[in-house]
């Protein structure tokens, strides 16, 4: 069983907001981060400012505790856990530049799946790069890149197959105001951040369509037995969803002004189109993608998914979201 140990040094691949947070949240750890950048705007501004100029602009980053380079090489050079924070739709992109990820420890903090693929982010590393499961895990949980930059009370859950590895994990994002909770069930947390983000498109659209949050309630609470039922019928295994990684995700996804997944939904139930929708967006909502996806994947495991059925039909099929949601309220 591969062991992480103390003082391990840590890769970041990924620049946006949520890459920010984390990569902060090491840093007042004073823990060492080398930090692919691939954006010159951005890089420009960690190099010369010490911020990221695009993404939590007001957050200063020490430059002897974070080094920030175009080079994925160079940062896969000096470090041991590699965490992945990057859109799960250009990870193939960006990872197909490394030489080599022999001997890392791979820690997804993306709520994605590889398009085309069909994959999550640890399927993707375990099946194209061979690395085993004892050298993967991720990091999740009800977590706003603004609120957790901020030092809101927030709780993240550390998966992976080792529990020694998570307590090391653990010990490195956690923090008066990162509370971190450990678990071994990876596929289970992995697929419901992947499935809490198409339903919060169809809270978006709801709530877009004119719905209250009387029915918005019944819907994000269909949605999570639609979740549950998902996970444990494609994997069984001793999980209890209403956690935090699990329900807490899905809620703050569903109801929260920072989801770019509510926003993206909002957008089309006000009657935008799904491509106008898309680019009002400045930052990638995942369940765009993740609605396709599981789309292809549930028909291997013919699961009852009508809400995300219905997210799927309106992104994809041009149907009518006034339409697919009425249909949609005599089925919760």
């Known amino acids: 069983m591969y062991k992480i140990i103390d003082n391990t ?122 690395i085993p499961y004892d050298r993967l895990g991720l990091i999740s949980g009800p977590s706003h890149a603004e609120e957790v930059s901020r030092n809101k009370l927030s709780y993240l859950t550390v998966a992976c197959k080792d529990v020694e590895n998570a307590n090391i994990i653990g010990k490195m994002f956690g923090s008066n105001a990162v509370r971190i909770r450990h678990s071994e069930d990876i596929y289970g947390i992995e697929y419901s951040a992947i499935l809490k983000n198409i339903y919060a498109l169809a809270a978006g659209i709801a709530a877009g369509l004119g719905y209250g949050d009387n029915f918005i309630a019944v819907l994000a609470a269909a949605c999570a037995r639609e979740m549950t039922r998902f996970i444990n019928d494609s994997y069984p295994f001793e999980r209890d969803t209403m956690d935090p990684a699990y329900m807490g995700d899905l809620l703050v996804t569903s109801y929260s002004n920072f989801s770019r997944n509510r926003r993206l939904g ?41 809400i995300a059925d219905m997210v799927y039909d309106v992104l994809y099929r041009k149907a009518s979201p006034r339409k697919r949601m009425k249909e949609l309220t005599y089925l919760l």
């Open 266 to 306: 909002q957008l089309i139930g006000h009657g935008c189109t799904v491509k106008s929708a898309l680019n009002e967006m400045t930052m990638v909502a995942e369940g765009y993608y993740a609605a396709d996806c599981i789309r292809h994947i549930n028909e291997r495991h013919q699961i009852p998914m009508p």
């Open 9 to 130: 040094r840590c890769g970041v691949i990924g620049y946006g907001s949520w890459a920010t947070a984390l990569v902060h949240t090491l840093q007042v750890n004073k823990i060492k981060v080398w930090w692919h950048v691939r954006n010159e705007e951005i890089l420009e501004s960690m190099q010369t400012e010490g911020r990221n100029a695009k993404y939590l602009s007001d957050i200063e980053f020490d430059c002897n505790l974070v080094t920030a380079t175009d080079d994925i090489n160079e940062v896969l050079k000096h470090c041991e856990l590699v965490l992945i924070a990057t859109p799960s739709a250009f990870l193939k992109n960006v990872i197909s530049e490394a030489s080599s990820l022999d001997g890392k420890f791979i820690l997804s903090a993306t709520k994605g799946i590889i398009p085309d693929d069909y994959t999550t982010i640890t399927e993707f590393f375990n099946h194209t790069y061979g």
